[in-house]
């Protein structure tokens, strides 16, 4: 309106689809329709008369575009409250949409900190940079007597030390001049006082706002909110390039890390409500652990047992490299660059590689026979059965292990921890079944000097 010189009063929202707009006569009512109104093709309008206070014309979004955002703003949602998730550093956290405006969070896991937890998924994280109005009355204001177009709001600061809560207000204009989500980053690092502080950097377009804000409003101060709490209110001493900006706060270590990541993770495009929040005890997963462990213990006898009765010595020691193969997955989860987690589809994936190695086995094996009944002595049919069976495992193995990294890389929860369980087996089970069984029979052929091959 303003670049198409319509004059109007006041605009504001009336429903939460719809706002309301105040002409000063009808002829600019009239303007607004030829020359704006075409430019708002996501609104209709509603309704256009004359009342007590101007001029109003009502304009209402359309049901799709509202149903769209909707299911935007949840999409937004799950994603944001993911990557909180993901920093705050649980194992495999599983969250999905249920419903069309429900979203289940799952943190498996978490004991202590389930509180801190819960507030750093339902935190706006909206970030604002608004003018403090130095010219109205705060004292008017705090009585109610609000100028138009600014509101009231604190900075709450609490002394680490005693627990004390003060609370400051400004009278800050409605009007954003920039918002948080143009930040590339947030971090937290002392003062010179040393008291924590969060230092935030901007993109490229977020910089060249922030400059050009701090620009016109030198000498002004310019209150840093985050959900409608003031943090710091600075005055603007020069023009800031560069694109960085700092809060200041009394803040404790925690609050300011929970602080900054939430900035990092974006702020949520609603504010969401907590409407359940169960702690489900071990119990229930301890039996189905149990449940798991037994079945890949029992599937082991059965492939070790089956191979001694069919390969003789042979299938003893390809038994010896499914143990060792066992360990050496487990091994690798606990490694301390990994930390991976056994999920129940993560036993799943155990004892699908189980069989799969025992498999890698059974090529060799098969090789080696085809050898010796054509003739070769047993040396060189088993150095003929692993270089025939090589490629045959590579490739199976591999293409197994590439069809598993997407689900590593876009998978969640369960599908993430079988899939990673299931890359770490197959690798494993490559490495035991060409080296570790190869060593074993080097070892009975070169220093006991085993002339016959039981296979």
């Not at 007590?52 to 209402?60: D, S």
């Not at 194992?91 to 509180?115: F, H, M, S, Y």
């Amino acid at each position: 309106m303003k670049d198409e010189r319509v004059r109007y009063v006041d605009v504001h929202r009336n429903k939460a689809d719809s706002f309301v707009i105040f002409f000063k006569d009808a002829d600019q009512a009239s303007l607004f329709d030829q020359k704006v109104l075409e430019k708002l093709p996501s609104f209709k309008k509603v309704s256009s008369e004359q009342t007590e206070k101007g001029f109003e014309t009502e304009l209402q979004l359309d049901p799709k575009t509202v149903e769209s955002i909707k299911q935007k703003a949840v999409r937004q949602a799950v994603d944001t409250i993911r990557n909180r998730v993901d920093a705050f550093g649980v194992a495999e956290p599983d969250v999905v949409i249920q419903g069309t405006d429900r979203i289940v969070v799952q943190l498996p896991g978490l004991k202590e900190d389930v509180n801190r937890a819960i507030d750093i998924i339902r935190k706006t994280a909206r970030l604002e940079f608004r003018l403090v109005d130095e010219k109205g009355d705060l004292n008017a204001a705090l009585k109610g007597n609000v100028p138009q177009g600014d509101e009231v709001l604190y900075e709450i600061n609490k002394n680490p030390r005693t627990g004390a809560v003060t609370r400051t207000p400004f009278l800050v204009k409605k009007q954003v001049l920039l918002t948080g989500d143009l930040l590339t980053d947030a971090r937290v690092h002392p003062d010179r006082g040393g008291r924590m502080v969060i230092g935030m950097d901007f993109n490229r377009l977020g910089a060249q706002q922030f400059e050009r804000v701090t620009g016109e409003h030198v000498r002004e101060r310019l209150a840093i909110v985050l959900d409608n709490r003031v943090y710091s209110a600075p005055v603007i001493k020069d023009r800031i390039a560069g694109g960085s900006a700092i809060i200041e706060g009394m803040f404790s270590p925690e609050e300011a890390h929970d602080l900054a990541l939430v900035l990092r993770a974006g702020s949520l495009p609603a504010p969401v409500k907590i409407l359940e929040n169960r702690t489900v005890g071990p119990s229930l997963g301890e039996d189905s652990i149990r449940s798991g462990r037994n079945a890949i213990v029992l599937g082991m006898l059965m492939i070790i047992v089956g191979m001694a009765l069919y390969y003789k010595w042979s299938g003893l020691v390809a038994d010896i490299a499914l143990l060792f193969n066992l360990v050496l997955i487990f091994a690798v989860m606990v490694s301390p660059g990994l930390r991976a987690t056994l999920t129940l589809p993560g036993l799943a994936g155990a004892a699908l590689t189980i069989g799969m190695a025992i498999d890698h086995n059974v090529l060799i094996f098969e090789r080696v026979r085809e050898e010796l009944r054509s003739g070769k002595t047993p040396r060189i049919a088993l150095e003929n059965g692993y270089t025939k069976a090589f490629s045959t495992i590579f490739d199976s193995t591999s293409t197994t292990i590439l069809a598993s990294l997407p689900l590593i890389q876009f998978g969640t929860g369960p599908i993430k921890g079988f899939a990673v369980t299931l890359c770490i087996g197959l690798s494993a089970s490559m490495f035991t079944a060409l080296f570790v069984t190869r060593a074993i029979f080097d070892y009975f052929f070169q220093v006991k000097r085993v002339k016959k091959l039981s296979v």
